[in-house]
């Protein structure tokens, strides 16, 4: 099945005036992909605590707006580890990324270089490393380990990431232990992740600080360190050498009950003082949540469930024109903001407030309730 198959029949015109709005992606996705597929995408740990968490950290704060200021001429783009990004956006690791388009991680980074964003492979989302690489061989590419073999396994996989030119490499370090994912195991549902991720659980059980450094040491790639969740852990992580620490709970579905990733940000940014680049993930679904999390003090963000819904709802292109919609709600916030650049933007522009809905995998789209 070729890469463009779920979109074969749309052109890029077509495309951009079949979805005007993000959650047009929601919409699309579900009446494409399987129950399983579907419950994989939107579910998470337990009681999914974790994932509403997410949405109400975000939903909890609101922005203190600046007026008469000259806004004509806005710049989003920004440096990440000497690559300028259109947007401070990285389309995070998801695996079975091939379970929402055939083109799996390939399609995903070949979007990620249309556009100028940043892409992070999952090493359980197919075609794996080196043909995604020859798929988007411009594309700002990150590749992401989980660490299922012993040294030598893993030093080669960094090796690859090397020779293919990944312009930094991660180590995901929040799944030490699978979870219990319910929707899943209601339906006795195994992904092909979770099918992959399963074998060699041991040798992440027993990675550890000291690997990290090892890894730092031995080879000349910017580090990520992605699961970090204290302030604890991204000072170990500074002190270790690490280049990004990631703020990131794996989307709810990993340890239930945690914090949302946006309340944890603050005293990361705190703890890392601008010794690393800070990126942050967890629902963040719209260009207001890209605006409050640099506000905050992070480099970029990750985008995970929005970009499978792009992926499965229009392919290729249904990946770009998602994040022109967000480029557009951005530039949006960020002139009613009363700034032109992310580097203006300080804590100073946010200030706690009630959420007004519900939590919820979607909340951030409201008109889905009401049959939009």
């Keep these: 099945m070729d890469d463009h198959a779920a979109s074969a029949d749309m052109s890029a015109d077509e495309v951009a005036e079949r979805f005007q709005c993000l959650h047009e992606f929601h919409k699309e996705a579900k009446a494409t992909l399987g129950p399983n597929e579907w419950d994989y995408l939107a579910g998470a740990a337990e009681t999914e605590t974790t994932h509403k968490r997410n949405r109400l950290a975000i939903d909890t704060i609101a922005f203190r707006p600046r007026v008469l200021r000259d806004v ?6 920004t440096d990440f580890l000497g690559r300028d990004l259109r947007l401070p956006v990285i389309l995070a690791p998801i695996g079975s990324l091939q379970d929402f388009h055939p083109g799996g991680g390939a399609t995903a980074a070949a979007a990620a270089g249309d556009f100028g964003c940043a892409h992070m492979v999952s090493s359980v989302s197919k075609p794996g490393l080196e043909k995604t690489a020859e798929a988007a061989p411009d594309a700002a590419r990150i590749f992401q380990l989980y660490v299922r073999g012993d040294a030598d396994w893993v030093d080669d996989h960094v090796r690859r990431a090397i020779d293919q030119g990944y312009v930094a490499f991660c180590y995901t370090v929040d799944l030490d232990h699978y979870s219990r994912r319910e929707r899943d195991l209601a339906k006795r549902y195994k992904s092909t992740a979770r099918q992959t991720v399963a074998q060699g659980e041991q040798y992440q059980a027993k990675f550890t600080w000291d690997d990290v450094s090892r890894l730092k040491d031995k080879f000349d790639i ?3 360190l992605k699961g970090i969740a204290t302030a604890e852990d991204a000072a170990i992580a500074v002190e270790r050498g690490v280049d990004v620490v990631y703020v990131s709970n794996h989307g709810g579905r990993q340890l239930d009950h945690s914090r949302g990733s946006f309340d944890v940000l603050p005293e990361v ?14 629902c963040v679904l719209r260009g207001s949540d890209i605006v409050k999390a640099m506000a905050m003090g992070a480099d970029a963000v990750g985008i995970g469930r929005l970009q499978a819904l792009a992926l499965a709802a229009a392919g290729r292109p249904g990946i770009v024109r998602m994040l022109e919609l967000l480029e557009i709600e951005v530039r949006t916030a960020l002139a009613l903001l009363g700034v032109t650049r992310f580097d203006q933007l300080d804590v100073s522009y946010l200030h706690p407030a009630a959420a007004v809905v519900e939590p919820r995998a979607f909340s951030a789209f409201p008109l889905l309730d009401e049959g939009y």
């Excluded at 004509?72 to 783009?77: A, K, M, R, V």
């Design 269 to 282: 940014v705190e703890a890392c003082a601008g010794r690393a680049k800070i990126v942050v993930d967890g």
């Design 222 to 224: 910017p580090v990520i």
């Design 72 to 77: 004509l001429d806005l710049d989003t783009h």
